[in-house]
């Protein structure tokens, strides 16, 4: 047991690198070495044991090596050969490739971020993403720094008990084991900020990780300088705690990161919220303006969400963080009198309804509301989000509500297996790696030789294998089994049967046990003895989640079934680790949500670029990608009023003993090209380049990332003053508003209009002593649904054409491009933006009646 000894004078003892490695600690220190093949070798060559046992990585690997090691290394021309390249792909990719004359530089806030598995920041599917999102930035060469809480003990680490119920623990990180550093003041003293909390301040350390070309700023408050163990403990844990906890978390990671970014003399000119957790960063950036520019609260408001940009993950609102109107008073009325902000005007931006003060705070909708730019993660999930939250804009149609998507992908450098980039440098142009969208390139994959591809794939499935069996072991000898038992554990797996994967979060939509449905059937399934299937299950549920904790004790005792032991496997304590090798060792990826439910989904595509074929509910992004994919479709696009899981499970069932079971064993029938092999080949070519991280950044850069820094860059000059023009002419249309009217529309066409011929449309307007340029008059022209709404609708600006005392008229000639049922109808809103999709919450909109 540790004796606590005070006071402890503390110092760091790193490795006396030989002068022929000198640079081995810079190298550790840039997660570059997490996707550049060459740097990772580099440490594992040093000791193979070793570098699995420090958990992959090269810090706490230098940190344990011996100093004899290091000399052999530096004696040894074949290792300084491999060192020597290493440092060239080093310095290849920090050089920096773009020019950015006009200071662009985005700031991406998340809460979690998987970036490596010795860094365990993240949950799952959102962090796996930032820390994506992070690496291909670097690629591209994006300037862009990230911006995270820092956790003692991140999420937990999961094992089973011997009922197989889900236990956790909570390992303590030593940040100074990690690849991780100190931020440095200009005094050379370690980097801190401060916040106010109602019990007093809080002072938060930053800490920097070098992700190639990007740096990620992360936040710490378990320091000395905090006394009180509540402050200490805010940074303890990712999502855990109450709510309270959380709204801490929350003020820390906005309001903290956006200090820390400022006491580091960095000046973002776009600030990307990833989710509702950082919304907080937009009040602070609200106080900044006031206090700094001398704005008014609605005049930074209109500054500031100019270059705001926020992606919601969450398609159903169960999933928002939300917190009672009494919990904000306490955490934010002492903020926002020292800001002179209205503390009621701040909670406006948290509700649906402004005027409804025991409604709840929504960070999602402050998020909504504080942007001009606003995104789904795919685009199945772009139309779930524009229905979810149509409230904020009830007068438009559903399709107009101002939230675009982008697509998600995945870092295909982290995430392809290594056999399969040695046939891709084979047989596909050079410079594959970075031609990553080149569609043409991709479809060079047909080049390979059927059998090549297939030894490729078998021996990632028996690396595969050998891994889960060791896992296995280690887990029984864990649980004290019986000899026979652990036996049993290392004989898991058929190296030569069907595999399927299922690996995600244990949520409860995900249906992690819809599998498993009717076990007899699948049973028949899986114990055919001339042609076996095998299932490899991982993932964790929440720690409160009890549901999610029933469906994998569920799992695990049909794993325990005496026809089924060596056919069903749960991997303990899923990690990025058991997600590689699982991603690119089965033969099938299983992905069941409820559709409309999972808002993207990226594990399918890291499967995918792997050569695995995909059996999915047509769900965020294989919505998108299932015609293309070579995969097969679970139920179709449809919304059942009956039981869904019970069809969707038939679904699979008649799948796999029809068309995929037979499809996978024909195939050794077959000389050599086989239905299974052009499969694999299809979702290489199709669906690499179109789900590549890479290529979502680029799209966030084009759509969202560059028109909000030129529309800051514009909002910025003469001090802002286009902002209090806005806020001052948004004023004055507010004030009349409820006299704006349209007196006259019309005509509606009589009779039948052939196609091509013009239909005039004129509407006139009582202007309240507004001026044409302050309105936005508009005809919206669609086709008539069987319930009389317009459907398939564009939208026509109207000019003015005439004035008549306090009467605008406003007219065009329309010239329909269909034929059938048409109809139009008009309407007025105020000219206040001049891109459909920055339109703010708040916007006031009028329907003529014809």
């Known amino acids: 047991m540790p004796f606590n000894i005070q006071p402890i004078r503390e110092f760091l003892v790193r490795p006396s690198l030989p002068p022929a490695l ?114 291909s930035s670097s690629d591209i060469d994006l300037p862009l720094v990230g911006v995270a809480l820092l956790y003692q003990h991140g999420y937990f680490r999961q094992f089973l008990n011997a009922d197989g119920w889900q236990q956790e623990r909570y390992p303590e990180n030593d940040f100074y084991t990690l690849p991780i550093k100190p931020v440095r003041g200009p005094d050379g003293n370690p980097l801190k900020v401060a916040v106010g909390l109602p019990t007093g301040t809080l002072t938060i350390k930053v800490w920097e990780i070098e992700v190639g070309r990007v740096k990620l700023f992360l936040l710490d408050t378990n320091i000395p300088d905090n006394v009180r163990p509540e402050d200490r403990t805010i940074t303890d844990q990712l999502y855990g705690g109450d709510n309270e906890t959380r709204i801490r978390q929350e003020i820390v990671l906005g309001i903290g990161g956006l200090r820390a970014l400022n006491a580091m003399g960095i000046e973002p000119t776009v600030y990307h919220m990833n989710e509702g957790h950082s919304a907080f960063l937009a009040l602070e950036r609200i106080r900044v303006f006031i206090e700094k520019h001398g704005l008014t609260f609605e005049e930074a408001l209109a500054a500031t969400r100019t270059n705001n940009v926020f992606t919601t993950h969450t398609p159903v609102p169960a999933g928002i963080d939300l917190f009672d109107p009494g919990m904000m008073y306490h955490f934010f009325q002492s903020y926002c009198r020292e800001a002179s902000i209205d503390f009621d005007k701040f909670m406006e931006l948290g509700r649906r309804n402004p005027e409804d003060r025991g409604e709840r705070f929504s960070m999602a909708i402050l998020a909504l509301k504080t942007s ?22 009830p007068q438009i149609p559903v399709s107009e509500i ?100 299922f690996a995600r979060r244990f949520a409860t939509y995900k249906r992690a046990t819809l599998l498993f449905r ?131 499970a038939s679904a699979i069932y008649y799948l796999l003993e029809k068309e995929i079971v037979p499809a996978f064993y024909d195939r050794r029938e077959q000389a050599s090209s086989s239905e299974w092999v052009r499969r694999m080949k299809q979702t290489i070519m199709d669906l690499t380049p179109d789900f590549d991280c890479r290529r979502m950044v680029a799209e966030y850069n084009s759509a969202l990332y560059e028109p909000a820094h030129k529309a800051f860059v514009a909002m910025r000059g003469g001090n802002y003053q286009k902002a209090k023009d806005l806020a001052g002419w948004s ?120």
């Open 731 to 850: 004023s004055k249309v507010r004030a009349v508003w409820d006299r704006v009217n349209f007196v006259e529309a019309g005509p509606s066409p009589i009779g039948p209009v052939t196609s091509g011929r013009t239909v005039p449309v004129r509407a006139a307007v009582e202007m309240a002593g507004l001026e044409p340029a302050d309105v936005r008059v508009e005809v919206v022209l669609g086709k008539v649904g069987a319930n009389g709404s317009l459907e398939e609708t564009d939208v026509i600006l109207l000019p003015a054409t005439e004035h008549v005392g306090s009467v605008t008229v406003f007219a065009t000639e329309l010239t329909p491009q269909y034929t059938g049922r048409l109809g139009y109808a008009l309407r007025i809103s105020p000219n206040h933006f001049d891109d459909p999709r920055t339109r703010p919450c708040t916007s006031l909109l009028k329907w003529g009646n014809l």
């Open 22 to 135: 000198a640079r081995m600690s810079e190298l550790a220190y840039n997660l570059l070495w997490s996707w550049e093949p060459t740097i990772r070798a580099l440490f594992r060559r040093l000791d193979g044991e070793m570098w699995k046992d420090v958990g992959y990585n090269p810090v706490a690997m230098l940190g344990r090596v011996s100093q004899a090691a290091l000399e052999r290394a530096a004696a040894d021309p074949r290792y300084r050969t491999l060192y020597d390249r290493a440092c060239e792909r080093y310095d290849a990719h920090m050089k920096r490739i773009a020019s950015n004359p006009d200071g662009k530089l985005i700031a991406y806030f998340s809460a979690e971020y998987g970036l490596t598995e010795c860094l365990p920041i993240y949950s799952g599917g959102l962090g796996v993403l930032s820390g994506d999102h992070l690496k």
């Open 518 to 648: 009717d076990v007899a059937r699948l049973k028949k399934i899986l114990s055919d003895p001339d042609r076996p299937v095998q299932i490899v299950i991982a993932g964790k549920a929440h720690p409160k989640d009890q549901p999610g904790k029933s469906f994998i004790r569920e799992i695990v005792q049909l794993s325990r079934d005496p026809e089924l032991w060596k056919h069903v496997v749960f991997v303990e304590d899923y990690d990025m680790k058991i997600a590689r090798e699982m991603v690119q060792g089965v033969d099938i990826w299983l992905n069941t949500p409820r559709r409309g439910e999972e808002a993207c989904g990226t594990s399918g595509m890291k499967a995918a670029m792997n050569g695995v074929l995909n059996l999915s509910i047509l769900d965020g992004w294989f919505d998108e990608a299932y015609e293309t994919s070579g995969g097969w479709a679970i139920g179709d696009r449809e919304d059942y009023a009956e039981d869904q899981d019970g069809l969707h």
């Open 402 to 501: 101002p939230i675009t998507h982008v697509t998600n992908g995945v870092h295909l450098p982290s995430w392809l297996n290594g056999d399969l980039a040695d046939l891709f440098d084979q047989y596909i142009e050079p410079g594959w790696r970075e031609h990553h969208t080149n569609s043409e390139s991709w479809k060079l994959v047909k080049e390979i030789p059927d059998e090549e591809l297939l030894e490729a794939h078998r021996r990632r499935k028996r690396r595969l294998i050998g891994f889960i069996r060791e896992r296995q072991k280690a887990s029984a000898q864990r649980r004290k089994v019986s000899g026979v038992e652990l036996r049993y554990a290392g004989e898991v797996l058929d190296p030569n049967a069907l595999t399927i994967g």
């Open 372 to 393: 001009a730019y606003r995104n789904a993660v795919s685009k199945l999930h772009g139309a779930v989000s524009r229905e979810m939250w149509h409230e904020l804009w």
